[in-house]
């Protein structure tokens, strides 16, 4: 079974609509991170929780939520989706600041 | 702001060794990490340097010079599943340690 996981693996919406992707982990990790990929730019940080009571914006969190509603679960909502955020959604987990993430295997989200 | 450097793309033969380079210009360098990227699928950890120096794990190892902001990751005896994204990415003291990752460098293996 995967220790990351994300639900949906594939969206197609449309401009205006609320999107909601999903994350879960069975590592036992504190700490989530929601990054987004596109091609020529690499990963961008969006928001990242340190434990469900801690949450902080990263590098392009315009435009984006999240809930940390469990250790296990950290959600990222866009509340109005717009074609250029189009791109490649990851979620990852890691112990403590110090050590390596592990990725979930990602939500291709496309909006029209 | 933080720059990470990476050439865009690279072949090399299979059984070969190659090497790809990092450039990097942060604040509060906090270790370095390299990940291998398939296409479509999930970074997937490969190496992490904090000291100086090589690490070497298998076919693979990684380099860093603080002073140079500088790191290369070394593939040997290449397979063609080694064809993939690697991505260099840097730790940052400040901000609750996190990541910032390069653009990736696209490895192609050809027989």
């Known amino acids: 079974d995967a220790d990351v996981t994300q639900t949906p693996r594939n969206r197609i919406t449309k401009t205006g609509k609320r999107i909601m992707l999903e994350c879960s982990q069975t590592?036992?990790?504190?700490?989530m991170y929601w990054y987004r990929q596109d091609p020529g730019l690499g990963l961008r940080l969006i928001y990242y929780?340190?434990?469900?009571?801690?949450?902080n914006k990263g590098e392009i969190s315009d435009g984006y939520s999240v809930s940390r509603q469990a250790q296990a679960k950290f959600s990222l909502s866009l509340e109005s989706a717009i074609p250029n955020q189009t791109a490649l959604y990851f979620c990852?987990?890691?112990?403590?600041?110090?050590?390596?993430?592990?990725f979930g295997p990602g939500t291709r989200l496309t909006v029209l | 702001g933080q720059n990470i450097d990476q050439p865009t793309e690279m072949t090399a033969t299979e059984g070969a060794i190659v090497q790809i380079n990092c450039t990097y210009q942060?604040?509060?360098?906090?270790?370095l990490f390299w990940y291998q990227q398939h296409a479509g699928e999930a970074p997937t950890f490969l190496s992490y340097?904090?000291?100086?120096g090589l690490e070497e794990k298998g076919r693979f190892s990684s380099f860093l010079s603080r002073s140079k902001g500088y790191s290369y990751l070394l593939l040997k005896e290449l397979q063609m599943k080694d064809s993939a994204s690697y991505l260099c990415?840097?730790?940052?003291?400040?901000?609750?340690?996190?990541?910032?990752f390069g653009a990736g460098t696209i490895l192609r293996v050809k027989s």
């Open positions: 990852a987990t890691s112990r403590e600041a110090y050590n390596e993430q592990f």
């Open positions: 590592k036992g990790h504190d700490r």
């Open positions: 929780s340190f434990d469900v009571k801690d949450i």
């Open positions: 942060t604040s509060g360098f906090n270790g």
């Open positions: 340097n904090v000291l100086d």
């Open positions: 990415a840097v730790r940052l003291m400040e901000y609750g340690n996190k990541l910032v």
